[in-house]
């Protein structure tokens, strides 16, 4: 079976860095332009499931491709962004500012990250990995449409590595990665494809932060 892991489409926080986590951000235009090229992406591949986020800028992007592959929308709590508690709508500086050491630790050993209120990546992708086992029973090509840590979380998750390699993947927003399962075998065939958004002027380059 096929599993596509789909970041869904910029928001403003995004372009300026902000953190995100729960905060119920919806796409901005270029967001929604992004949506409307993944989901053209997806219309031949023969989608039997879409699971999604259950927040605005993943469930926006969703819809896209979800139109374009005529297949419903399953909205997943399991999906839902990393809380990172006081750090949601901060931006960059003002946690360098503000959270120094706790950031430090999040850029050099982000399996030990722990701020008050916030997930850590283990108790993410505890979540994460049951939400995984349900969509796979759904189908043979299965599309999860979420966010930056879950779709980091979930390639670790196929290539059996542990979270200190967290930093070692980048996804960028609606970009594509694809995991192929043949029996109790996993191969990561695709990480953070952008190809469907190439040749337009509003394509930046993300920071991972």
């Given at each position: 079976?096929?599993?596509y892991?789909v970041?869904?489409?910029?928001?403003?926080?995004?372009?300026?860095?902000?953190?995100?986590?729960?905060?119920d951000?919806?796409?901005?235009d270029?967001?929604?332009?992004?949506?409307?090229r993944?989901?053209a992406f997806?219309?031949?591949k023969?989608?039997?499931?879409?699971?999604?986020?259950?927040?605005?800028r993943a469930?926006q992007t969703a819809?896209?491709?979800g139109?374009?592959?005529?297949?419903p929308?399953k909205?997943?709590?399991?999906?839902?962004d990393?809380?990172?508690?006081?750090?949601?709508?901060?931006?960059?500086?003002?946690?360098?500012?503000?959270?120094?050491?706790?950031?430090?630790?999040w850029?050099k050993y982000?399996?030990?990250?722990?701020?008050?209120?916030?997930?850590?990546l283990?108790?993410?992708?505890k979540?994460?990995?049951?939400?995984l086992?349900?969509?796979?029973?759904d189908?043979?090509?299965?599309v999860?449409?979420?966010h930056?840590?879950?779709?980091?979380?979930?390639?670790?998750?196929?290539?059996?590595v542990?979270?200190?390699?967290?930093?070692?993947?980048?996804?960028?927003?609606a970009?594509?990665?694809?995991a192929e399962?043949?029996?109790?075998?996993?191969?990561?065939?695709?990480?953070?494809?952008?190809?469907?958004?190439q040749?337009s002027a509003?394509?930046?380059?993300?920071r991972?932060?």
């Amino acid at each position: 079976m096929k599993i596509y892991v789909v970041r869904h489409g910029e928001t403003t926080w995004n372009k300026e860095e902000v953190f995100r986590g729960r905060k119920d951000i919806p796409l901005n235009d270029t967001g929604l332009w992004q949506a409307e090229r993944t989901g053209a992406f997806f219309a031949d591949k023969g989608v039997s499931a879409i699971y999604s986020s259950p927040l605005a800028r993943a469930k926006q992007t969703a819809s896209r491709i979800g139109e374009a592959s005529r297949v419903p929308i399953k909205v997943d709590d399991a999906f839902i962004d990393m809380d990172f508690g006081a750090w949601e709508g901060l931006s960059l500086a003002a946690v360098q500012q503000w959270f120094p050491q706790p950031l430090d630790i999040w850029r050099k050993y982000p399996h030990r990250f722990r701020v008050q209120g916030a997930e850590t990546l283990a108790q993410v992708r505890k979540r994460v990995k049951k939400g995984l086992q349900a969509a796979t029973m759904d189908g043979s090509v299965v599309v999860i449409v979420t966010h930056r840590v879950i779709c980091k979380l979930l390639a670790l998750h196929f290539l059996g590595v542990s979270n200190r390699h967290f930093w070692k993947i980048k996804c960028d927003p609606a970009s594509i990665t694809l995991a192929e399962q043949n029996g109790d075998e996993t191969t990561l065939s695709m990480v953070n494809q952008t190809l469907h958004l190439q040749g337009s002027a509003i394509c930046r380059e993300y920071r991972d932060f």
